[in-house]
């Protein structure tokens, strides 16, 4: 009897113990980007992940193999300046001290012949001698505004820098999708006309 008591006894501590093992713990799954996905350079890429069995809030942190800046939020964007394979890492760490670490290996290839969409023109911080101009492009791009007190609704024909336009900034070669320049020096009471202009 006493031999089938501990035979007993040790089945059920087997099963205590492979019970632990097989608790569910946090568990992060990157949703977006696919693996092996193929982009280009400056091209944004759209990160997102998930994660089952967390306890309370979930806090999610990319980094970047290339050193690229981390991002954190369940979903981010990223576009990459240089070609090559790129390793993306997000951490996820729930309010237990949890944490779940997944990885997506993608392909970055040479730059892109794509040209900037440009949109979400607008003014800020304007005075009687200067404005503040905003915009945001699809891709990574430079940033530089041209400017006149004369109208030039139809640039066909112009040329190059500043397509018939009198002034112009300094090319900010920052590249960037999220464009602020600042015009300073103008004519107090005098009507300016501007294009804004993004370079991939």
């Known amino acids: ?8 006894l040790s089945l059920t501590l087997v099963f205590a113990l492979a019970g632990v093992a097989m608790a569910a713990g946090l568990v992060a799954t990157i949703s977006a980007p696919t693996a092996g996905a193929t982009y280009a350079v400056g091209q944004t890429i759209n990160l997102s992940a998930t994660s089952a069995s967390a306890v309370g809030a979930v806090n999610y942190i990319w980094s970047f ?13 990223v576009a990459f300046a240089t070609a090559g394979a790129k390793t993306i890492t997000v951490m996820a760490g729930d309010a237990s001290g949890a944490n ?29 001698t200067g404005v503040t101009i905003t915009w945001t492009t699809d891709i990574v791009s430079t940033s530089r505004v041209i400017y006149d007190t004369t109208s030039h609704p139809d640039i066909t024909g112009q040329t190059a820098p500043n397509f018939g336009y009198a002034a112009s900034t300094a090319t900010d070669s920052n590249k960037v999708t999220s464009h602020s320049v600042t015009l300073s020096g103008l004519n107090p009471g005098t009507k300016y006309y501007f294009r804004v202009i993004s370079e991939g």
């Open 1 to 8: 009897m006493k031999k089938f008591g501990f035979l007993v």
């Open 65 to 77: 193999s290339d050193g690229t800046a981390s991002r954190t939020g369940q979903t981010q964007t």
């Open 100 to 128: 779940d670490v997944k990885t997506v290996n993608v392909t970055v290839t040479g730059a892109t012949s794509q040209k900037p969409v440009i949109t979400n023109i607008a003014t800020s911080n304007i005075t009687q």
